[in-house]
Structure formats: C-alpha cells, structure tokens
C-alpha cells in the first residue's frame, strides 16, 4: 500500500532515533520547550503522546491533530517562576483527511538589573524565548483488525531566543504517531522532537534543541450511566540529554463538566513532581464548547507554579451533513449510489464487496459513511459489528453516526449496549440518532435505557428525542 509508505518510514526513524540517545547530560539550547504547554496537559505530567486530541497537538504530537473534527483555539498563562511568564497560544483546523495545526510558545524574562566588572550598576536586561509551530495531521486504515486506525503527523518549529541585545533563530522538527486500537479507547503513542534541527548561536558554534524520543500509552473509560469519566495517560520520554523520565496523569470527569486531575512527572528539578488541576467546561446551547483550566505545582525552592488556560471548540458543521432519517431506521437499500454495489454482490456478500464498503465506511464522505453502514448491517458478517465499535469510539461525529446507523439495523443484545452507550456521547446528534434507533428496537430494556437516559439528559432537543422514542415504543419481551 503505498499510502502507508510514509508512516512506515516515520516509524522507522522514531525508533532508530530512540536507540542512539546518550545517557548523560550534555549541551542543548531551547531548553524552555521541555516546560509543558496547556494547563490541562501540565495538570496530567504532561503524559500526552498518546492521550492527545486537541489543538495543543502540534507540540505533544502532531498526529493527535488528525482526531480534531471541529476547529479549536486554546490560549494558556504560565506564571511560572518569580519574573518567568509563559504563554501559549494554537490553534486546529480539519482539512481534507486530517487537520492543520498552529502554535506559539512565548516565554519572557521580565528585565532585570545589569552591572559591570566593577559592580557598577549599567541598565536593565531583559530575555525572551519564541517557538512558532505548523503542523499537518491525517490518518490510515491499516485493514488490520488488531489496530484498525494509525494517524501520523508532522510539524515544523521555527524557535527564536533573545538575551540583552543578542537573538539567535534556528528551527527544529517534530513527528509523531497515534495507534487507535480495536480495544475502544485504548491507544498507544510515539514521537520524536528536534528529529531535525540547527543550531541556535549566541557565542560562536553554538548549541542546538536536543532530540527526544517519547512513546505513551492512554486509555478512557466511562461509567455506564456517563455520569462519571476517566483517562489514564502514561508517557516514557528519551532525552538526549539527560536520563530517560516518567511522566503520567489521570483524568475524572463528573457529568461532562467538571474534571479533577492529578499528574507525575520525574523530569528535573523544577518540573519534578506531582501536579493537580481543574477543568470546567461552559454550557453553551446544551454543549460544552468552552472549557476553563487550571493546573498547579510545585517547584521545590524556587516556589509554586500557577498555570490558567481556556479552550474553545468550535461547532462541527459536517455532522448536519449526514442524512439521517427521522422515522426510525429500518433495513432498506443505501441512499448513495456509491455506497451500494449490485443486489446480486450484496447477497453473495463476497469478499471484494465487503471491502469496498469498509472504504467508503471509513471514507471522507459523511453520505458514503452512513450508507455504507446500512450494506455492511445487511451483510450478516460478526466482524462489521467491531468497525462499528471502533467508529463511536474515534473523535469524527460523521463516523459515529454511521455507526449508530449500523447498530440500528443490527438486533442482537451487543447492539442494544453499543447504542446504550452512545446516549452517553459527547454530541448531541449521536445521542439524539442513538435515542431514535433505541426507539425502533420496541422491547422492555429498550424502553428502560432511555428512560435513564431521559434522567441525566441535560439538552432540550435530546430530551425531545428521547420522548419520541419512548413514544414509539411498543410493550414487547424484555430483551
């Protein structure tokens, strides 16, 4: 497959690049990129190789930016040490089969009191450190039932330092990528920074930003009533210079809103240590699109660490686009042209057939998408059942709603769970469609999920979905 070509590569060079490093220290520049950006992120140690998923992406990892369905910006402040201030700005955007990233990581010195050789006092000097990053995320079907997704990505930084009257620019260059696993929410990491960079020179040859490798794992949970959640994030990281370190966070989410968190890191002497921190997520139109950070830590001597973000997640405008039906669904030929091959390959359910609608399954096309789940639906094989599976457990709505679509059709009790578990998703079209699919199942443990649903339910327009659902419900065998 030649899609795959490149990020067999980049594979390649994170683990040839993990294998090379020194185990001591030695001389590096641009030291102010090992401090973690976003307050969320710090309050987890900074264990987001794999947990990424956001627009802070582009420094963690890059291929975390192929996961982002809605653009984002995020803006944290650092008032990191007496006089030290830290700020970061990025932003996300989806394009084509990923998504593009930004970022600026801005680090000042608050100017400070210069003397002579003879303790004269001469004038104030100041300092500033700048990185600038852009980065591409995007995403491959491996075809393999074990890890069914990969996502690669890559970002280029351009870094600029300042001391007094002195600047020295230079660039470095991250990759990155993101195994999402058959096992739902399980994913495992790697990256590398700096895997190209030059120098940055102040007095003579200078120094340049060392490399480092990093793998980290993730997993999320959630109760099965949503009413609580979880992520656990661990990060094993490869510094050129100096001994490898541990960095690890979790993560609890009360009711979508609330988020308590608590976070480890074993890197040096001003970020070694635990870390804690709060997330709030704004209601805005029955959906959380605004959310608030804070993270806090300590530093041993040199005091506490203080960090405040905020986060806003723009509307995903590519999920109206899917064409649900709003009767309840029921088995019937695809919609889209494309998306139905013949009656007679349908029936024989042949092997080519069931290919091609996995492609247009995990495809581009929201229409192709949930098509296609209504043929594989049809098609009587087990295994469509962990596609769907996998699909409400990516960050695409189009996808989930195509898998929501192919429960619908499926009968069988592991159905009737997975649709009971998308009333707990975080958008609202999924839980409502999820709601409209329970409701044309009729049963006892139909009806009995949607009225717990209908309990904890906090939009409107889900809400009303749910009565409809209820509504349509016939007494029936419990299921």
């Not at 996502?151 to 230079?170: C, F, H, M, P, Q």
């Not at 229409?367 to 990516?394: Q, T």
């Not at 717990?452 to 009303?464: F, I, P, R, Y």
Request: glycine residues 12%; positive net charge; proline residues 5%.
């Amino acid at each position: 497959m030649k899609a795959a070509r490149f990020p067999v590569l980049l594979l390649l060079c994170l683990t040839a690049a993990g294998t090379v490093f020194a185990s001591g220290p030695g001389t590096s520049a641009a030291n102010f990129l090992k401090i973690p950006v976003g307050a969320r992120e710090t309050s987890l140690g900074g264990a987001f190789t794999a947990a990424t998923d956001n627009a802070n992406a582009v420094f963690y990892n890059p291929a975390g930016l192929s996961l982002l369905e809605a653009g984002e910006v995020s803006y944290s402040y650092n008032n990191y040490l007496s006089g030290i201030s830290q700020q970061w700005l990025s932003a996300g955007f989806p394009a084509g089969k990923g998504a593009f990233g930004f970022g600026a990581n801005y680090l000042s010195v608050r100017a400070f009191d210069s003397y002579d050789g003879a303790d004269n006092r001469t004038g104030s000097v100041s300092a500033y450190d700048l990185a600038a990053y852009a980065g591409y995320g995007s995403r491959l079907e491996t075809g393999s039932d074990l890890v069914p997704f990969l996502r690669y990505g890559a970002a280029v930084k351009y870094i600029s330092e300042g001391l007094d009257t002195r600047r020295s620019s230079g660039y470095g260059f991250d990759a990155g990528l993101l195994f999402l696993t058959s096992i739902r929410n399980l994913r495992f990491g790697l990256g590398v920074e700096n895997l190209a960079a030059s120098r940055l020179a102040f007095i003579r040859s200078g120094a340049r930003p060392p490399l480092k490798f990093k793998s980290g794992v993730s997993y999320a949970l959630r109760s099965p009533g949503g009413a609580v959640g979880a992520l656990f994030s661990l990060d094993v990281n490869y510094p050129e210079d100096g001994p490898r370190y541990l960095s690890a966070g979790v993560e609890n989410t009360i009711y979508g809103a609330l988020s308590l968190r608590a976070g480890y890191s074993s890197f040096g002497d001003v970020s070694n240590g635990l870390t804690f921190g709060l997330g709030l997520g704004l209601p805005r139109r029955g959906g959380r699109d605004i959310r608030l950070d804070y993270s806090y830590g300590v530093s041993y001597d040199l005091g506490n660490v203080h960090k405040f973000g905020l986060a806003w997640k723009f509307d995903p405008a590519r999920a109206a686009a899917v064409p649900w039906p709003r009767a309840a669904p029921a088995p019937r030929a695809a919609p889209a042209p494309r998306a139905a091959p013949a009656m007679k390959e349908q029936a024989a359910g042949s092997d080519a057939a069931f290919k091609r609608q996995l492609e247009l399954l995990y495809g581009d096309s929201p229409e192709d998408s949930f098509a296609a789940a209504g043929v594989l639906a049809g098609m009587g094989r087990p295994i469509a059942a962990e596609h769907f599976s996998a699909l409400l457990s990516s960050g695409k709505i189009a996808w989930k709603l195509a898998a929501v679509r192919g429960f619908s059709l499926l009968k069988d009790a592991g159905s009737l769970a997975a649709l009971a578990g998308a009333l707990d998703d975080e958008n609202e079209e999924v839980r409502r469609q999820a709601a409209l699919a329970l409701g044309s199942r009729g049963g006892a443990g139909a009806a009995a999920i949607l009225q717990n649903a209908l309990k904890k339910e906090e939009s409107d327009s889900v809400k009303s979905s749910i009565m409809e659902a209820l509504g349509r419900l016939a007494p029936g065998p419990q299921e």
